[in-house]
Each structure stands twice: as C-alpha cells, then as structure tokens.
C-alpha cells in the first residue's frame, strides 16, 4: 500500500473518524484506525463496536492496500508534521508503515487489518433526508434531556419519530423532556427507534449551521446510518420501548409567564452558584408584573432576584431544579421564553417565543416547596 | 462596613488576589479573602501562608470595616452579576454579607477578619527597579528549569541574583540550567536569594509586555515583595544554599551548531510524540551541513529527521532527553539558536542568537547514547 496526500487533508479526516475511537479499550485493534485504499480514495474508518465512523479523502494511490495505526498516535504525528505532502507507504512483509514528510521520516509498527472490525452492512430500508441546521439544532435542544445513568438504556438515547410529515427528536430523565419537531413534505416512512446520545452528540460536531448538502439519514435493520458527503455514522440502535412521552405534555395551564431568555438563565445561574456542590433548587415567586427566584442553602447564604415578566392567570409559587431550567436555557436561541404552569405541584412547560423555525417543548417536574 | 464599586473592578481585585488562595487547605480561613476599607480604597488580601497578595481598588464607602468571604465562591458571583454596579455591605452582628446588584440580592454568611493572618510587615533593605518586560522575559526563559520534586527545596526556587551592574535568574534541576541576565546601571546592592516559583509564576501573569511601571523588587528579612501600582507579591524566601551555578557552565567547546529554532522545536518535538508514555531520548548527529535527530522506542518504531545548520568544529554524535530540549526552544523567541558542544559526554550549552536582550545561557547534560 502506497499512496500520497496533502497532510491537511488526511488530518481532517483522521479527526473525523477518531471521534468513534473508544477512550478506554480491552480491544487493542479498537485503538487504531483502518486505513485502506478504494480506488483514487484512502477509506479511514474507526469504530467503538457501537458506532463506527467512516471517511473517504482523495489521495493519490500508488499501490492499494490497507493497515491499521493507534489513532491518537498517527493523528499527532500528522498535526505536528510541516504543512507539506505526506508519503505513506506499507511494508506488509514486516508490519511496517512509513511516513515521509519533508525531511522527516517515521517508521511505525502496524496492527492488522484483517483483525479490523467490518462496519455492518446496511441496505436503507427508510430513508429521509434532513437539512443540517436543522438536524444540529434539534440535537442541540434534545440531548442535553437523556438520562445520565445506564440502569435504563432506553432512557440514554434520543428517540427519532417520524410521523405523518412530523420527524421528532425526543429526550427524557423522567424529571424532564424536551421534543423538538419539524415538518417536512418528504417525509413519508413511519420510524420509532433510540438513537444513542454518543452518535448524536459527534455527529453534531460535523454539521455546518450553513451546510448545503442534507444528512441522508437511513435506517436498516437495528442501526441507523448518517451520510454526509464522504462521510458516514452507522450506529447500532438502543433495545427498548421509549415512554409514551404524549401523555406527560400538559394540554392546558393556569398561569403563563413571558420573560427575556437571557435575563432569566442569569439569574438561573446565579441561584445555583448558591449550592456549590449539591444540587440547586430556585423558588420562583410568580405574581404582578414580574418574577421572584429564590434560593437558600443553610451553610452559605440566601440570594433572590426580580425579572420582569408578562404575567397571565394565577400567581403561584413553584420551586425547581436550578440546572434543570439552566439546561434549557442555554441551548434555546430565543430572544424570549414563555413558561407555562398548573400549580405548584405539575409540571411545567417551557417554549421559546420566537424560535428559529420548528415546534419545541420541554416539559420539566417541579421539586416540593422547602 | 459598606461600599459601592464597579462590577468589573471588583472583579479585577478578586482575580488577582484570588491567585495567592490554596488550592486545598486545612485552614479554613486561608480559603478566603480578606476585604477591608482602606480610606477611599478597598483592600484586599489573599495568602496560603507563603505567598501573600495583597490588591487595592477604588471604591465608595459607605462606613468603614472588613469581613472574609470565600473565594472562588465570591469571584464566581461577581462574574455571574450583570454589568452594574454592586453594593456591599457587612451586618457583622449578625455575621452576614449582603451583596446587590440591579434586582438580585445574595445575602452570605462571612468569616471573621480577626481570624485572617497577617501579612508580614516589610521594611525594605534592599531595593531594585525592574522594566516589566524584562522581568517577564526572565521568569519565562528559567522558571520551567526548576526541580519539580520537593527533597531538595532549594530547587524548587529560582536564584535571584544581584552583583555589580547585574541583576541574574538561575534555575536548575541538576541536569539542565538556564540563567537570563540583565544589565542595569540602578542594581548597585548585592544579594543572592532564593524566590518560589509560584510566585515569579503568578506575577509574571500580571506583568505587561508593554507595562511602563517597573516592578519594584524589595528584600527585607526572609521575604521578597514585588510591588505593582495597588498590588503587592509578598512571598516567604527559600532557604539553603543554590548550587555554584558557573562551575557548570562550559566555558569553550569543540562543535557549534547554528540552526533555525522553530525548525529545531518542531522536529524536537515530531521526535518526543513516539514515546508516548515514557521519557523521550533524542540522538543528534552533526556532521556536514546538517543535524540529524532520531528516535526510536522499540515496541513503537522510529523517528529520524535533518535539520540544515550552520556547523563550525568537530563532527558530533549527542543524546538529550527531548523534554529538555523541546522547554527551552519553546521559551526563546529568537529566530535561530546556537548549540555549542564538547562531545557526547559534556553538557551541551543552548544560546538564543538574535533574541529580546539580555544573556541567555541554557545548560543541558545528554544522556548516554543507547
């Protein structure tokens, strides 16, 4: 195996894939990447056993081939060799890889590609199309919500429904949820599954806000497939049945409050700066023309603080989980915020105002009152 | 006690002075700072017994006094307040801060001033006057070649050193050596001590490139204070005595190599990444027109590059730990270097060629070629 490239190039593509390279790994062969050639192309691929990321580049091949690298080691070397083009060459006799690159020449022990996991075949028996700012938001504003511990794997995941024209992102701890939906004239197929948060999250990393070219997402047998030009994610699908998450989105409530986004995730923040190291609960006061959030925490102190507000219904006082609201907070791009409550003890409701297109809900328990 | 002031401001104050706060503490009130009126001023003071910072700021103030507040607790509130101005005031009865600003209000319980050490008094036997950027220059180019262990204390410290016309930085490990040197026609009082590297480290954070003020350096007893306009650095001397530092530095040699110093860093450190987990050794062989550096770690591969250099004298085979070459090409800003040697088992000594002024000299011994 031979080939050449600008070493721009292969780094970015090495970046990419490494993304699915496990942390920590019983499996050695886990560590690498598989780099082999697919006509005037270089294919890298890594993979966790759960996701696996595959990159094409263009190289110039001068014999084809494949070997496989420890990946942070090979992406290193390529980040720190001078911007110049990078000659690689396979000595399979002697499980060698030589790099050349300028004046500087590396001589590396290679693992074997034949030890190298095969991505699963998929055959795309569903498939839509998404358009990538779209996608980034709705991850943006959805995974943030799945639970953190694995007692639950369902729960880990984010659910992807397509229903009718209606393709939902939907994320819940059981103590929140948060939906994100749009509709889209091409989207005929009806799909439920749970797509876990890794794949989601790396995925994301990849997706320009202005990026033309739409993810094909495709879905074949128990793994759902993200393509992108030269680029693909294969995940395997989360088992389980994810919540009837309909029934837990109130349908009506009795007071409703609008109030600047930015102004109350501040003072969020600053009510849960209070608590330290535990976790924060804010009181919110909620009457007239504005709010009260509260906090206390016997050893340290006490802080309150007033926003103004336009205020609908009752008044009514309701505590919560101050990282609960900062969560949400962060990830909307609203200018404004309506929160909607039934009582102190249901839960409430929060949307943005005047969003950046789709529907979004996040649906969040209250804690009981100190 | 009571006083109004800019966010910002006492932001600022908090900063600095929040440099001198143990991480870890058994004392409880070292945890703190320490915030007292001081006329139209705030002072404020933070210390973990060695190193004390004191800081003052303008403020208005209401009525007299003082209070300790925790932290980073308290700089994490003053970042998180909105851009106005904070009112502060101490119900010392009742062992309480109020702190406001805009509508939030954090009411938090203090520790007591009385309980707070004192910093040392300083009455200034001896007295220098240092350009901030020469100072800053100094502490860079030597503090990274200090001992990291603690069995000899005397190493963990930097050697401030005034003879004559000259004002000297030495540090050491016992296997490498940087000394910076600066000639000023003000240094006319001897002295040789001994100043931690934490403090030289968090003052040079704060000393500007540009900064027209000088430092003023003052010895008294066993402390050094280096004071800036409103911020003193008042730190415990080390005691025992530095190693005779000229000894060790050669004072002829057989081969000298100029080359570039980005170049050297570079391939230095493309030859460092194959060892990966353990300590780096880097084989140099001159000869001709050019260096050539290599690497090799058995279960990894091997690494070799050319460097083209100016060479005067004998031909040379050498080998250095590559950490201890990689620290001081990373500190020099000057274009090219000059590597001066007197065989493969004498102390190689690094000069920056064109550099900032001021002497620069870097002593660093090889390690035995494998």
Redesign the interface.
Known sequence: MKFTCPRETFLQGLQIVQRAVPGKTTLPILSGILLETAQDRLRLVATDLELGIECFIPVQVGEAGSTVLEAR?LT??VR???ELAIDFRVDAARG?VEIRS????????AMAPADFPTLPETDGEKMWDVDQRTLRRMIRETSFAVAADETRPFLTGVLWEVTGEQVRLVATDTSRLALAEVTSANQVQQAQVIIPTKCLAELSRLLEPGGETPVRVTLSGNHVVFSLPEIRFISRLIEGQFPSYQQVIPRSFKTKVELDREAFL??A??AA??A?DGPSIVKANIGGESVGLSAYVP?????????SATITGDDCEIAFNTRFLIDVLRVLDSERVTVELTGRHSPGVIRPLDGDGGQYVYVVMPVMLR
């Open positions: 080691f290193d070397i720190k060799l001078p060698q300028g004046t500087a020449r590396y001589t590396l022990h501040g003072a923040e600053r700066l209070l330290r050893e340290v102190g006490q802080s309150e603080e007033r926003l």
